[in-house]
């Protein structure tokens, strides 16, 4: 799992392609990691929002389970 190769890419290049198909697709958590190229590849796909924690006075944001069960 090297950082930079693709492997979120090809994951939203083939959601593309099953919603091209008729498939049902919902993203429950990407980063994108500021990277254009794939911030592009997530519109027009349905994206849960994420669940805001805090922990020790830092504030973050992580998959909400709930939502996606």
């Known amino acids: 799992a090297a950082p930079g190769v693709g492997k979120t890419y090809a ?6 392609r099953r919603v091209e198909r008729g498939t049902d ?7 994108h990691h500021g990277r ?4 592009v590849m997530l519109h027009g796909l349905e994206l849960l929002p994420r669940r805001e924690r805090e922990y020790r006075g830092t504030a ?8 996606v069960l």
Do not use: I, K, N, Q
Not at 11 to 16: D, G, I, N, Q, T
Not at 25 to 31: I, K, N
């Open 11 to 16: 994951m939203l290049s083939e959601a593309h």
């Open 25 to 31: 697709v919902v993203v429950g958590f990407v980063e």
């Open 36 to 39: 254009p190229r794939t911030e």
């Open 60 to 67: 973050f944001t992580e998959m909400d389970v709930d939502a």
